[in-house]
């Protein structure tokens, strides 16, 4: 893996929790201040980290003909593909998209008028996460194209960042109750059970389908090596799942379900993604410090916010 492959691959995960955590904002104030209230301050955080990403997609500008392979050619493209993925529009796309999710992040934490924002903000963000996720990951191989793939990729955004907010919040020194965060369990797996029917049903509908060049994105990710990581990472879920169903779970068994389904997460991106040779020693240091610098970033947003302690105490 080269230090461009390392770098976008940090940076397709983190801003897959920074977007999601909008997302769980925007539905928490949609929904009821109290359901959001004991991760409000966590999703505030990661979402604030955005500005951090948008250096880091900068940087992956400079580099982008070794991620993306329609950069050096696209005379095998339709005209029309051919057009919108050349570099200088994806570029505009990609700021369009990184600018406007910050400027939700600013507004959305700073408004007095919540569930308005949050109506018109998850109208704005819904086409950004969707068309990011073709541009940044999909158009990895742009002769294969799934009009499911937006939302698969997206539910998934949204389970890392409410599994990473339940995670931080009860790995606090006063947690929030396990009776306050009962709503926020039974969210995370609903979005389990979710995001693994969204990812089976694509694979349903191209198996179903038959075609050569769509069965050609699942023939890439199915030697030994991909198989047992996704393997893994749907492991990973299945026991998630099994510790959350027991309604009303323990403080230790939410822990263990919200660490295991970002973990899935990870996993899955990795084998989505396919980053290109093995992990050498620099790549390995440059994920490493790129996370470090963005746990870094959210901790001092997330002291600098609100705890919003009130609200997460009340009872419903």
Request: proline share 4%; aromatic share 10%.
């Given at each position: 893996?080269?230090?461009?492959?390392?770098?976008?691959?940090?940076?397709?995960?983190?801003?897959?929790?920074?977007?999601?955590?909008?997302?769980?904002?925007?539905?928490?104030?949609?929904?009821?201040?109290?359901?959001?209230?004991?991760?409000?301050?966590?999703?505030?955080?990661?979402?604030?980290?955005?500005?951090?990403?948008?250096?880091?997609?900068?940087?992956?500008?400079?580099?982008?003909?070794?991620?993306?392979?329609?950069?050096?050619?696209?005379?095998?493209?339709?005209?029309?593909r051919a057009s919108y993925l050349s570099p200088g529009f994806f570029?505009?796309?990609?700021?369009?998209?990184?600018?406007?999710?910050?400027?939700?992040?600013?507004?959305?934490?700073?408004?007095?008028?919540?569930?308005?924002?949050?109506?018109?903000?998850?109208?704005?963000?819904?086409?950004?996460?969707?068309?990011?996720?073709?541009?940044?990951?999909?158009?990895?191989?742009?002769?294969?194209?799934?009009?499911?793939?937006?939302?698969a990729y997206g539910l998934g955004q949204v389970l890392a960042a409410?599994a990473s907010a339940i995670l931080i919040t009860l790995l606090k020194?006063?947690?929030?109750?396990?009776?306050?965060?009962?709503?926020?369990?039974?969210?995370?797996?609903?979005?389990?059970?979710?995001?693994?029917?969204?990812?089976?049903?694509?694979?349903?509908?191209?198996?179903?389908?038959?075609?050569?060049?769509?069965?050609?994105?699942?023939?890439?990710?199915?030697?030994?090596?991909?198989?047992?990581?996704?393997?893994?990472?749907?492991?990973?879920?299945?026991?998630?799942?099994?510790?959350?169903?027991?309604?009303?779970?323990?403080?230790?068994?939410?822990?263990?379900?919200?660490?295991?389904?970002?973990?899935?997460?990870?996993?899955?991106?990795?084998?989505?993604?396919?980053?290109?040779?093995?992990?050498?020693?620099?790549?390995?240091?440059?994920?490493?410090?790129?996370?470090?610098?963005?746990?870094?970033?959210?901790?001092?947003?997330?002291?600098?916010?609100?705890?919003?302690?009130?609200?997460?105490?009340?009872?419903?």
């Amino acid at each position: 893996m080269s230090a461009i492959e390392a770098l976008y691959t940090v940076f397709v995960v983190l801003s897959g929790i920074a977007m999601g955590s909008l997302v769980v904002l925007m539905v928490g104030h949609l929904m009821s201040e109290d359901w959001l209230a004991p991760v409000r301050g966590e999703a505030e955080a990661a979402a604030l980290t955005l500005p951090l990403l948008l250096l880091l997609g900068l940087a992956l500008a400079f580099g982008l003909g070794e991620i993306f392979p329609w950069v050096g050619n696209r005379g095998d493209l339709p005209s029309a593909r051919a057009s919108y993925l050349s570099p200088g529009f994806f570029l505009i796309r990609s700021a369009i998209y990184l600018t406007t999710c910050i400027g939700l992040a600013y507004w959305v934490t700073h408004t007095r008028h919540l569930r308005r924002t949050s109506a018109i903000g998850l109208a704005l963000l819904t086409p950004v996460m969707t068309f990011s996720a073709y541009d940044w990951v999909l158009s990895r191989e742009p002769h294969w194209w799934s009009s499911l793939f937006g939302l698969a990729y997206g539910l998934g955004q949204v389970l890392a960042a409410l599994a990473s907010a339940i995670l931080i919040t009860l790995l606090k020194t006063e947690p929030a109750s396990p009776k306050r965060m009962a709503s926020l369990e039974r969210a995370l797996l609903t979005l389990l059970l979710l995001t693994a029917w969204t990812w089976f049903a694509q694979f349903l509908i191209v198996w179903l389908a038959n075609l050569p060049h769509e069965v050609a994105w699942y023939l890439k990710r199915s030697d030994d090596g991909s198989l047992t990581l996704l393997g893994t990472s749907y492991a990973l879920m299945l026991v998630a799942i099994v510790i959350l169903v027991p309604s009303g779970v323990s403080r230790m068994a939410m822990l263990i379900g919200s660490g295991l389904a970002l973990l899935h997460h990870t996993t899955h991106m990795l084998w989505v993604l396919q980053p290109r040779g093995g992990l050498s020693w620099l790549a390995l240091g440059l994920i490493l410090a790129i996370a470090a610098l963005w746990i870094a970033v959210y901790l001092a947003v997330m002291r600098a916010r609100p705890t919003y302690t009130e609200e997460a105490v009340k009872e419903p």
